[in-house]
């Protein structure tokens, strides 16, 4: 049985191991560079940055959902999907259906214009994962970002 819930300041060590689950999943693993204290910080303090949904199975964390809020200038509120990371063991359980479901309504519930989100090129499993919700795919855009680290 799989419970979804939203995260507690307790789960950060397992938020943290999967997020460097993914970061190796994505050969990027040395660019990972957050911890558990910081999660906690900016998740679960005075000012939390984040929301995250966590997928359990017998009291452990198999996978999550980490989102934040955006804002488009044409459209209002927008959530942004961070990372949907369910545990390479647990893959094709149905989990990240349930996580993505859990995010969407809950998006819904909250009065978000989107859902909003960036997969790899190459990572074909969530592509087609992602066109299951008739996500779309937009060619034009490219990622820019100034590093401050």
Same mark, same amino acid.
């Given at each position: 049985?799989?419970?979804?819930r ?29 911890t ?45 999907? $961070?990372? %949907?990371? =369910?545990?390479? !063991?647990? #893959? ?47 060619? $034009?855009? %490219?990622? =820019?970002?100034? !590093?401050? #680290?």
């Amino acid at each position: 049985m799989v419970n979804i819930r939203p995260a507690q300041a307790e789960d950060c060590e397992a938020l943290h191991r999967l997020i460097l689950e993914l970061a190796i999943f994505e050969r990027a693993e040395e660019m990972m560079v957050n911890t558990t204290e910081r999660l906690l910080k900016d998740g679960f303090g005075e000012q939390p940055q984040y929301t995250c949904f966590v997928a359990e199975m017998e009291a452990v964390v198999v996978g999550m959902s980490f989102c934040y809020t955006r804002y488009s200038t044409w459209i209002g509120k927008v959530l942004y999907l $961070e990372d %949907l990371i =369910v545990q390479q !063991d647990k #893959r094709g359980e149905g989990i990240g259906k349930l996580l993505m479901d859990y995010t969407i309504a809950y998006a819904k519930a909250n009065g978000f214009a989107r859902v909003s989100w960036q997969v790899l090129d190459w990572n074909t499993p969530a592509i087609d994962f992602y066109k299951k919700y008739n996500a779309e795919f937009d060619p $034009e855009w %490219l990622n =820019v970002w100034v !590093d401050l #680290r």
